[in-house]
Structures are given as structure tokens and as C-alpha cells.
């Protein structure tokens, strides 16, 4: 695991070689760009429910604060390594940078399998990472927020046991907060919902009707159930397959999303929901559908199947799904990959809102929340798709221009480089 996550970011940097020499950026900003500001790794010892004490392993990384302070969530998955974090910290300088928002990027993560841990224990690790990593952040400083495994909840313990040290509360410390305290209205499906509207833009540029467009969707937690419910009820897709990290399931004539969040919240996987064939996750990437959604981890479309995947869309509202090489092969194809750094910035979008709100303590409503994240993503399109029509690259490659070169031209003003 090591060695492919450390491979991915040797690819992560690349790109970003590639786009500062499409940029004819200088030496100095193409070195500064391509690593974290500051890494922290951390020992957070929790007491288990069992009477001992183990001690997990967590990391902040700090990629880039050009643009504003960090922003980016933070991931409990066992399989954590200090390079994934380093390249979605770095992903996250890119994606608040695409969609125009006055932030840099970071990401924190604990190695650890939530899966396995009671509420208690949960409780107790969360807030022994934050008084672990507690001097880094802040409102001015680096605003963490959910990922996958983090949850609303986890978010809460962790801004009360900030604002416990510092001794008065602190909404604006992190974003992705339960309602009442702090939270914003619209964060919930804020990641789906901005992915939406860019799979709308993208229709829209291939004069693709979406009504009865076949969707498939890979991961049915947060951004992958919302996503099923916001495509059927809103736009008039037909669900035919998802899956989770426990299996998948297939329905031709469309699954009910609402029913298939029922049942997984009653047994734990969307698999064996009732009316619906059993499919692999593999299965899943390479059905015959116009849409296809991957939305649990990274690397999952490579030069191994990319050649077999049929839909004609491919939104990331995961990060880093699609490798580079697949990238440029789906692109050859003719296939439309919104990147991740696009496709799922309504996340962060509407954590920059709540941090805002936060900040001013004054509420806006989910009408206000909506209009506003509706603007930023389609703007956000709107100009990777021309850079990517201008330079006749793929959207990825447009997106990391579009980024790159509003960060470099931060860092010049700063005197930095
Ligand atoms: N974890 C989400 C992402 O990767 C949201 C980050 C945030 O809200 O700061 O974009």
C-alpha cells in the first residue's frame, strides 16, 4: 500500500510538472508548488473500551496557503499513508483554487478503521487527534473538515474539543458541523449537489438528454447516495448500479435510491437489496451506462480497465479515482472526465460558506446556500471547459491550468517566488 500511494503522488507531482511547464511557469514556483508547506505526523493514543490504550498514527499536511488558509478534511481509513494525504492536501490547493474560493489546500488523516471502533472510542480518538494537531489549525490558520469515514458527528466532538483549549467556541474552526452548532444548511449534499450541476454542464456541452440517462454510481456513501437521489428526482436519470465496499447490485429498470439508503442503513451494504442482481465493484466501472460516478476511493479506473468502461460521462465525486494515464486514455476515446478537483469541489464550496457564516455568525438559508453553490461550480465549469477547448486538453489537464495558474500568481504577488 505504501508503494502505490507513493506512487500515486510521484504521479500527482508530475502533472504538476507537466501543466507548470504548459504555463512556462519559473523554476522556483514549478519547486515550490509540487510539495506540502509543512507536514505533522502525529501519536494519538486512545483508551479503548477494553481497558488499554493503543495509539494511532495521524497526519496533517499543509500543501498550500497562497490563496487563503488551509482547507480540507480529514480521512479514518486503515489503509491511510502519509502520501495519500500529501496528495489531497495537494488536490485540495487545486480544487478551492478551480472553483475561485479564498483558500489553500490541506488534508489530515488518522490510520485507523472506524468500522471496528464503538462511538466511545470514535469520540475519544477524535478528540485526541486534535490535541495533537491543535497549534496548526484555526479559522486564519487551516480549517479541517469531513472526508470519507468522517461523519458530522466526529466534526462536533472536534470543535468542542478545540474550542475547550482555546476556551471559547469556535465555529469557524472546521467545517461539516451538525446544524446547531454551526453547521450550514446544504452541507449535507453540498458534494453531490455541485457534482450534479457540473454533470448538467457537461450534458449540456454534448447535447445529452439526461431524462432516462442510465447512471452507474460506484460507493453509496455520503456523495454517492445523494448523488443517486439528486440524479433521479432532479434530473430524471435511471439508477441501474451501485455498490459499497461490501458488494454491488444491478436493477435495469432503476433502483429507488431513498429505498436503497433504507437499506443500507438497516443492514449495512447496499447488497442484497431486494429486486436486484449482485455485481462486483469491477463490474460496476465497466457497465453499459451514459453516466458513471466514482465515489468511494482513489485509483480505481487504471490502463486495466479503462479500455472497457462504456459511459460516455465520468464525474469523480471521489478523489483521484481515475489515474493519468487512464485520464488521457479515456480523453483519447472521447470520454468526458469531470476531475475530481471540479467535479467535487460543491463540498468544499459550501465549507467555505459555512466558514464564512461562522465567522460572521449570521445564517443563510438552503434557497441562499443553493443559488450560491450553483454559481461557483458552473463558473467553475464554465472555465475548464474553455481552457480545455482553447488548448484542446482534457478537462483534468484544463482544471490543473486553471488552478495551477491562479495559485502561481498568488505565490508572484506574495513575493514568494
Ligand atoms: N473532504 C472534502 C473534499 O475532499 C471537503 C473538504 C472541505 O470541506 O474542506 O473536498
Known sequence: MEDKSFALYCSVQSQLDEVCDALKLDAGTKAY????????????????????????????????NACGPYKGGIRFHPEETVN??????????LKCSVAGLPLGGGKGGIVCNPKEMSVGE?????????????????????????????????????????????????????????????????????????????????ARHLKIDLKGAKVAIQGYGNAGSFAAILLSEEAGCTIVAVSDSKGGICNQNGLNAREVVAYKKKTGSVAGFPGSQPLSNAELLELGVDILLPAALEGVITMENASNIKATIIGELANGPTSAEANE???????????????????????????VQGLYHFWWNEAEVRTKLAEVMTNAFRSVLEMSLKHQVSLRKAAYMVAVSRVAEAMKLRGWV
Open 33 to 64: 508548488i509540487r510539495q506540502p508547506q509543512k507536514e505533522l505526523t502525529v501519536s494519538v493514543p486512545v483508551k479503548m473500551d477494553d481497558g488499554t490504550t493503543r495509539v494511532f498514527t495521524g497526519f496533517r499536511i499543509q500543501h498550500n
Open 329 to 355: 486514455a479515456l480523453h483519447q476515446r472521447g470520454v468526458l472526465v469531470i476531475p475530481d478537483i471540479l467535479c467535487n469541489a460543491g463540498g468544499v464550496s459550501v465549507s467555505y460558506f459555512e466558514w
Open 84 to 93: 495519500t494525504v500529501r496528495c489531497l492536501a495537494t488536490w485540495m490547493t
Open 122 to 202: 470514535l469520540e475519544r480518538l477524535s478528540r485526541s487527534y486534535i490535541r495533537q494537531i491543535w497549534p496548526l489549525v484555526g479559522p486564519d490558520q487551516d480549517i479541517p473538515a469531513p472526508d470519507v469515514y468522517t461523519n458530522p458527528q466526529i466534526i462536533a466532538w472536534m470543535m468542542d474539543e478545540y474550542s475547550a483549549i482555546k476556551g471559547y467556541g469556535n465555529p469557524g474552526m472546521i467545517t461539516g458541523k451538525p446544524i446547531p452548532v454551526g453547521g450550514s444548511a446544504g452541507r449535507g449534499d453540498a458534494t453531490s449537489r455541485g457534482g450534479v450541476y457540473t454533470i448538467i454542464e457537461a
